[in-house]
């Protein structure tokens, strides 16, 4: 893979044909993911593979959730337009912080926050470039925070739910979205 030319060639992609993706394939995928890097070494990531049943009962779930925000007026950004791609993904793949930062410190504990999220984050994108190299496509969902609750149950899962990945044979090709430029966002200091 040329990592340039994937980085920037991946897309956000939100429409997804029913062809399966094979469990060696979504095997191989995790272990290029915990290759990436983490504060002190932790590796704080932690994941739950969802596929067939399991992932309609996940959409069922935040489904419910949904119409319940919707029902008292709440705000829920895009999560109906996110729930539509997991619906079409053959595959979801929760993704929590195992960590807790509760065991640490104040002011400790949030810097663990922010430390941890970081690494996560690294890793979700490294999931994103190795699944586009195998020509699979993806996407990166924070709108389940909106029922953290209702997933972590639905995981059985006490840890810190922080998003979800879409994973599946796109079937869209989406065009390349406006980014800022990076000289409008750098200081340079010599």
């Known amino acids: 893979m040329d990592t340039a030319q994937a980085i920037a060639d991946r897309r956000s992609i939100r429409r997804f ?8 394939v979504i095997e191989q995928l995790l272990e290029l993911t915990i290759q990436a890097p983490s504060a002190k070494n932790d590796q704080p ?7 067939h049943e399991a992932k309609t009962r996940l959409v069922k779930t935040l489904q419910a959730a949904l119409e319940e ?9 895009s999560l109906r337009s996110s729930i539509r791609a997991m619906d079409e993904a053959p595959v979801i793949i929760l993704v929590f ?4 930062r509760d ?3 104040e002011p400790y504990n949030y810097a663990k926050l922010l ?12 999931f ?3 699944a586009h190299d195998m020509g699979l496509g993806t996407l990166w969902i924070c709108d389940v925070l909106y ?7 639905f995981a059985s899962c006490s840890d810190e739910l922080v998003a979800a990945i879409a994973l599946g044979v796109p079937a869209e090709s989406p065009q390349k979205r406006p980014r800022q430029e990076w000289q409008s966002l750098t200081t340079w200091m010599d």
Do not use: C, H, M, Y
Request: charged share 25%; glycine share 6%.
């Open 97 to 100: 912080n195992r960590i807790r």
């Open 128 to 130: 994103l470039l190795a």
């Open 147 to 153: 029922a953290t609750d209702r997933i972590q149950e």
């Open 115 to 126: 430390v941890d999220t970081q690494s996560i984050g690294a890793a979700i994108q490294t």
């Open 103 to 105: 065991d640490f410190p």
């Open 69 to 77: 925000a919707d029902a008292q007026g709440q705000s829920t950004g």
């Open 45 to 51: 990531w932690k994941f739950v593979v969802t596929t």
């Open 17 to 24: 044909k029913n062809d399966p993706v094979k469990r060696d």
